[in-house]
């Protein structure tokens, strides 16, 4: 044989291991069936057999394992797309914590802030007012006085 010869056998073999290791799913056991199967399906399509009840029994069986086989990963790749959707709505949810509290103590503070200047503006207002007060007590007081001769 030539070397294109072998080299042609040779990239069948791999395309043909490669095509049942993918219907497979990457499961060497269900390929190795898969291509025993399609071997024994295509000799007895040459000798002109029948397929037997024996042969589609096992073919079911294959079926089978492929569809478990890759319903378990559908199964796995949804549990971590939970698993990540959860971690992520966690990291957003303490973010979002976080803002509040640093929005509450601002608020605190503004607040105090303000009453502080509240109670300051008020206090001026009360210590004016006792001032006017007295004062205004204090010109009473002489005015009366000075009526009965006993002031200025």
Do not use: C, P
Request: proline share 0%.
């Amino acid at each position: 044989m030539s070397r294109r010869a072998y080299t042609a056998v040779g990239v069948a073999a791999a395309g043909g291991i490669g095509y049942y290791l993918y219907q497979a799913g990457g499961d060497t056991k269900v390929a190795r069936k898969e291509a025993e199967h399609d071997a024994t399906s295509a000799k007895s399509r040459l000798k002109g057999e029948a397929v037997s009840t024996e042969a589609a029994k096992k073919q079911g069986e294959e079926w089978a394992t492929r569809a478990g086989h890759k319903l378990d990963n559908t199964v796995n790749d949804v549990k971590n797309q939970f698993r990540e959707a959860d971690s992520t709505l966690t990291k957003k949810a303490g973010e979002v914590e976080d803002k509040i509290e640093h929005k509450l103590d601002q608020i605190k503070h503004d607040s105090a802030a303000s009453f502080d200047q509240t109670r300051k503006d008020a206090q001026k207002s009360i210590e004016k007012f006792d001032s006017t007060v007295e004062r205004k007590a204090v010109e009473a007081k002489s005015g009366i006085s000075s009526w009965f001769g006993f002031g200025k």
